[in-house]
Nanobody
Framework: QVQLMESGGDSVQAGGSLRLSCVDS?????????WGWFRQVPGKGREGVAA???????TYASSVKGRFTISRDSAKTTLYLQMNTLKPEDTGMYYC?????????????????????WGQGTQVTVAS
């Protein structure tokens, strides 16, 4: 059974960069479904940031498009989020997630309801 663990969160100045990683903590092999990154701040719901499906098609929230890049390794065991030109509003707890439910339109989704496996989160803080 897949369990996910994020790493790479840190405190940085505005304009800086970070790369987050997400791995299966039980080393159970490649994830067969689709992947995503989400973030959350106190008092707000979890927000979709980026998602990727098996053929490497991706989608991004408009607030991060052009600055963030989601990718995976060839074995499908590690998920990455490269974050450049960070802004204070990017601050939050970042979670990786995986889902296996059928995607009705066969496209990546930022809808939190499609994901059923979650990591514990890694904190990203961007100072102005």
């Amino acid at each position: 059974q897949v369990q996910l663990m994020e790493s790479g969160g840190d405190s940085v100045q505005a304009g800086g960069s970070l790369r987050l990683s997400c791995v299966d903590s039980r080393l159970t092999g490649g994830i067969k479904g689709y992947w995503g990154w989400f973030r959350q701040v106190p008092g707000k719901g979890r927000e979709g940031v980026a998602a990727i499906i098996q053929d490497c098609t991706t989608t991004y929230a408009s607030s991060v498009k052009g600055r963030f890049t989601i990718s995976r390794d060839s074995a499908k065991t590690t998920l990455y989020l490269q974050m450049n030109t960070l802004k204070p509003e990017d601050t939050g707890m970042y979670y990786c997630a995986a889902g296996s439910a059928r995607l009705w339109n066969s496209k990546p989704t930022l809808d939190v309801g499609y994901y059923n496996i979650w990591g514990q989160g890694t904190q990203v803080t961007v100072a102005s």
